[in-house]
């Protein structure tokens, strides 16, 4: 088998709307309904929602967690609200890969903190999609049988999208990254 894996000259949001095409191509090429968008303030998942129809695929729009409004990156009543009228579902947790009580102790480097650095050497984007599948499996809003695609990016936007068979955090070895789409060069 022969696939083709487009990379981007630069990271970020620019390329949100050729990874969303690129992702929607191959959905349809494998039949697969279920997708994950990392957003936080929706702007990208209402993005998806125009080339995926929220009627015919399962998304789930994964938002930071509320520890991080202080930076301004949750996402607001108003702009949840704009994608549940759309039929996306808006998941808003701990991030599996970091956030949790550990990032407190600067000097501890944990398991997580490994894994998510070593998906940073790949994109930015590739440590939020593997990230957002756990989240969304661990919240049940995503099945763990069959591939899904998620999709996030640098900063802002998409410029990353996978296939990739999703598991549950605490079975985190059984995940696997089963094609990539795009991602920044």
């Given at each position: ?39 936080t ?65 600067t ?69 696997k ?9």
């Amino acid at each position: 088998m022969r696939k083709t894996i487009t990379y981007f000259e630069k990271a970020g949001l620019e390329n949100t709307e050729e990874t969303i095409r690129l992702a929607y191509e191959r959905a349809l090429e494998l039949g697969i309904r279920d997708v994950v968008v990392a957003s936080t303030h929706g702007f990208t998942a209402l993005k998806l929602a125009e080339v995926f129809n929220p009627s015919e695929f399962n998304i789930i729009a994964v938002t930071i967690s509320e520890g991080y409004s202080e930076e301004g990156w949750t996402m607001a009543r108003d702009e949840r609200a704009a994608l549940q009228k759309k039929g996306i579902k808006v998941l808003t947790g701990t991030h599996s890969l970091s956030d949790g009580v550990d990032e407190a102790f600067t000097d501890f480097i944990s398991v997580k903190e490994i894994i998510a650095q070593t998906l940073y050497r790949f994109s930015q984007g590739m440590k939020v999609c593997v990230e957002i599948v756990l989240m969304a499996a661990d919240a049940g809003l995503i099945p763990v049988d069959r591939n899904i695609i998620a999709i996030a990016g640098t900063d802002r936007g998409a410029d990353t999208a996978i296939v990739v068979k999703p598991s549950y955090s605490r079975r985190f070895t059984e995940l696997k990254i089963k094609e990539i789409i795009c991602m920044p060069g």
